[in-house]
């Protein structure tokens, strides 16, 4: 298991947050948060393995690279100690970061992601593989489009849409699959109880995927963390609600960093 030379940018000053995206994403997903945080924080964020101008290694990808990838990160940059923030399945990435690397991490913000999931979630998120894997990933972009945006921004930003479908379709369909199968793969639930750095975990009201009901039994499992459920929201809530995202993780910061 060998870790990667990810792409990667760094902005502002003060403690070090590192920003670790979801499937499909980039790092530049986060550039509306960081924007009100970069004043006060180091922020790094990086493209995951595969992704954007990152090295595409072959596939499968697990849990344990991308993890693995993100400590060769801060190796590289010399940071000593971290707050890590990732969304959907970089919310695996950074809590699984914080189990193996625990004298590294500050504390953890989980956006987005799900634990404790169901026979019937699982089989929902094994469903849409399937009809990737069946009719292709451009032809189950209007499923993705319905569980990340609100109607109301679909409708007002057409233009963030296409270009959060166009890191999609610029992503390599094998590279799209194989996190997708990391994300489907991965149950925190029997080891969240590890984790001992202090935890941000926060959704929207109205995510399919990565409900507020699976977001409280995250919350239930960790030892010392905050739920917060974003009203009205669905999945994209880094460009939804940037600036109410970076409220909170200052916020949590200040309280437990």
């Known amino acids: 298991m060998a870790a990667i030379d990810v792409d990667y940018t760094v902005t502002g000053s003060g403690p070090a947050i590192f920003f670790a995206h979801g499937i499909g994403g980039r790092r530049s997903g986060w550039d509306d948060i960081i924007a009100f945080l970069e004043d006060d924080f180091t ?18 990808y697990s849990l344990d690279e991308l993890v693995e990838d993100l400590e060769a ?13 990732g969304h959907s399945l970089g919310g695996m990435i950074a809590p699984a970061y914080a189990r193996t690397h625990p004298d590294r991490v500050l504390t953890l913000g989980l956006l ?3 634990a404790g999931r169901t026979h019937e979630d699982a089989a929902k998120v094994k469903g849409v593989i399937t009809a990737m894997e069946e009719k292709g990933i451009p032809n189950i972009l209007d499923t993705l489009v319905d569980r990340w945006f609100t109607d109301d921004f679909l409708k007002a930003n057409p ?8 890191e999609v379709l610029t992503t390599p369909d094998e590279v799209f699959l194989a996190v997708f199968r990391v994300y489907a793969a991965t149950e925190m639930a029997p080891w969240l109880h590890q984790i001992m750095a202090p935890s941000l975990v926060l959704t929207g009201e109205f995510d399919g995927g990565c409900n507020p009901r699976l977001n409280a039994i995250i919350d239930s499992l960790l030892p010392t963390s905050e739920l917060v459920i974003l009203k009205d929201l669905k999945h994209s809530i880094l460009k ?8 909170h993780i200052r916020r949590f910061i200040a309280a437990h960093g």
Do not use: F, M, N, W
Request: negative net charge.
């Open 112 to 114: 987005s992601t799900a």
């Open 159 to 166: 233009d963030l849409v296409q270009a959060r479908l166009d």
């Open 240 to 247: 939804e609600a940037a600036e109410e995202v970076a409220g």
């Open 43 to 60: 922020c790094i964020r990086y493209d995951q393995r595969g992704h954007g101008e990152s090295p595409v290694p072959p596939v499968p």
């Open 73 to 85: 990160l801060r190796a590289k940059l010399g940071i000593e100690k971290a707050h890590v923030v």
